[in-house]
């Protein structure tokens, strides 16, 4: 049970008292899109990031889940990825991979991770090459209001400095309008090179899930929700505003405490 479901502005904000309920209700969450998306369009094309969000995505690999999501018609993306041996320890597919993926039976085929054997701008040329044929295709969907790709979902995590994907506080990739995939070798996190949804594709998806745990994250999560001065710091989190879609941000007690008016009451 959600402990606070308030809108801001055309925003969900859901707050958990603890992380198994956060789990439950997110697989809960991304199961009814799944659902409603296979019944509209006969697919659901889901962009994962990494961090800690495979993790409490798990519920999806247990019962009823496991059994009941259609998961022959799910395709999968990554909204960012760091250019490293799909083996390495850095890379979000292995994480997805091992977290998520090898425990539930989705086609091999509709997995599309990046090239991982050249450079982060070729990466990135390429997996928006391929993301461009997917639309052709339908799989994808596009947006009625520009060319972008229309993700089903798209599954963000946040950094403390209130980073989303791979879109850094203050890094000139922000202001990225043109391409759908773009690349940054010079990422304050290691590792530093890195390919990356732009800020338009994120906001062009159906349906935005931002998961964020942890007090360390409070201060961000506070400045990315709240009204705060107009002179702090636009955080990527912040510009993440989906056009014509809905955004969801799940957080447990920890990460929603400088919320607000955050109140934990049943």
């Known amino acids: 049970m959600a402990l606070s479901g308030a809108n801001k502005d055309g925003r969900e904000v859901r707050i958990y008292e603890y992380l198994e309920e956060?789990?439950?209700?997110?697989?809960?969450?991304?199961?009814?899109?799944?659902?409603?998306?296979?019944?509209?369009?006969?697919?659901?094309?889901?962009?994962?990031?990494?961090?800690?969000?495979?993790?409490?995505?798990?519920?999806?690999?247990?019962?009823?889940y496991s059994k009941t999501v259609d998961w022959a018609k799910w395709y999968i993306f990554w909204v960012d990825e760091r250019v490293v041996a799909k083996n390495h320890a850095d890379s979000n597919y292995k994480l997805a991979k091992d977290g998520l993926l090898s425990k539930v039976p989705i086609v091999p085929s509709h997995v599309h991770s990046i090239n991982d054997t050249v450079s982060a701008?070729?990466?990135?040329?390429?997996?928006?090459?391929?993301?461009?044929?997917?639309?052709?295709?339908?799989?994808?969907?596009?947006?009625?209001?520009?060319?972008?790709?229309?993700?089903?979902?798209i599954l963000l995590g946040m950094g403390p400095d209130g980073h989303v994907a791979s879109l850094f506080p203050n890094h000139s990739i922000l202001e990225e309008k043109e391409e759908w995939v773009t690349f940054l070798t010079d990422s304050p996190k290691p590792p530093p090179e890195r390919?990356?949804?732009?800020?338009?594709?994120?906001?062009?998806?159906?349906?935005?899930?931002?998961?964020?745990?942890?007090?360390?994250?409070?201060?961000?999560?506070?400045?990315?929700?709240?009204?705060?001065?107009?002179?702090?710091?636009?955080?990527?989190?912040?510009?993440?505003?989906?056009?014509?879609?809905?955004?969801?941000?799940?957080?447990?007690?920890?990460?929603?405490?400088?919320?607000?008016?955050?109140?934990?009451?049943?």
């Open 22 to 64: 956060l789990s439950t209700d997110l697989a809960d969450y991304i199961a009814e899109l799944s659902e409603a998306s296979v019944k509209e369009r006969g697919v659901f094309a889901v962009a994962l990031s990494g961090g800690s969000l495979i993790s409490l995505m798990g519920k999806l690999c247990e019962a009823p």
């Open 121 to 153: 701008e070729k990466a990135a040329e390429d997996y928006e090459f391929v993301i461009r044929q997917l639309v052709r295709t339908r799989i994808v969907s596009v947006s009625d209001i520009s060319d972008c790709p229309k993700f089903d979902l």
């Open 195 to 266: 390919i990356t949804f732009t800020l338009p594709v994120i906001n062009s998806a159906s349906n935005v899930a931002i998961v964020v745990t942890g007090s360390s994250k409070a201060e961000a999560v506070h400045t990315a929700i709240d009204d705060v001065e107009p002179d702090c710091p636009t955080l990527p989190a912040k510009m993440v505003q989906p056009t014509k879609g809905n955004l969801v941000w799940f957080l447990d007690k920890a990460a929603a405490s400088k919320l607000d008016g955050a109140k934990f009451s049943e």
